[in-house]
């Protein structure tokens, strides 16, 4: 599979679960970003990783927590949301520092009731 | 504070006709700007960008104009066609970072 993968598609959750969100680019690129998009709002750029360490924490709650175990994989573990978290989040990855692009993931819609 | 803004959230034009998207931004220190294209549940897909040093980018049906003394830069789509309706983002790059507009819907209509 090429480019950059979400799972899952679409999330479901309560207030009091517990979840995580998957990202995988097979691009062989160095860094990879979540960003949030909420209706209405712009991207909101949420945390970026550069060769597996965290290099931007864009004051993101600490119920949002991500994980990087590898330059190909991304993880945002979710616990204790609000409603107002449900949004798209969204998965991007870029190659060397000089490349301006970063290309995205299909997103995980996230509803929290 | 909004540093990339795009004012007009939608846009409707003819199939055949010229498409104008337009964006402005605040920061001095953007030293790229892209555009991307986004489907309902789709992420956005990359359509071009242009280096602050440029002031015009094409590539093939899309060009780029760059204007920094009135930081304003904008899409051109010609012809446009029913395929390229869509939310379209505007994005600044500040170091890493990409700073997003709030999108422009465009429809093409027959």
């Known amino acids: 599979e090429t480019g950059v993968t979400q799972t899952p598609r679409h999330l479901v959750m309560g207030m009091t679960n517990k979840k995580s969100l998957k990202c995988e680019q097979h691009?062989?690129?160095?860094?990879m970003y979540w960003y949030k998009q909420s209706a209405k709002k712009p991207l909101e750029l949420m945390f970026v990783?550069?060769?597996?360490?965290?290099?931007e924490n864009n004051s993101v709650p600490s119920r949002f927590s991500p994980e990087c175990p590898n330059s190909s994989h991304l993880f945002l573990h979710l616990h204790t949301l609000q409603p107002e978290d449900s949004a798209l989040y969204l998965c991007a990855s870029r190659g060397s520092v000089r490349q301006e692009t970063q290309y995205f993931g299909p997103g995980t819609r996230l509803l929290v009731l | 504070d909004q540093q990339v803004k795009q004012n007009s959230p939608s846009l409707s034009v003819q199939e055949g006709r010229i498409s104008i998207l337009n964006c402005d931004y605040t920061?001095?220190?953007?030293?790229?700007f892209l555009w991307y294209k986004k489907y309902p549940a789709e992420g956005p897909t990359f359509l071009i960008s242009?280096?602050?040093?440029?002031d015009k980018n094409e590539d093939g049906r899309f060009t780029v104009f760059l204007n920094k003394s009135a930081k304003h830069l904008s899409l051109h789509i010609v012809p446009s066609q029913p395929g390229d309706s869509a939310v379209y983002f505007c994005?600044?790059?500040?170091?890493?970072?990409?700073?997003f507009g709030t999108g422009t819907r465009l429809q093409v209509f027959p």
């Open positions: 994005a600044a790059r500040y170091t890493d970072k990409l700073i």
């Open positions: 990783y550069n060769f597996k360490e965290q290099t």
């Open positions: 691009l062989g690129h160095n860094a």
């Open positions: 242009i280096s602050s040093i440029k």
């Open positions: 920061n001095s220190m953007f030293d790229y």
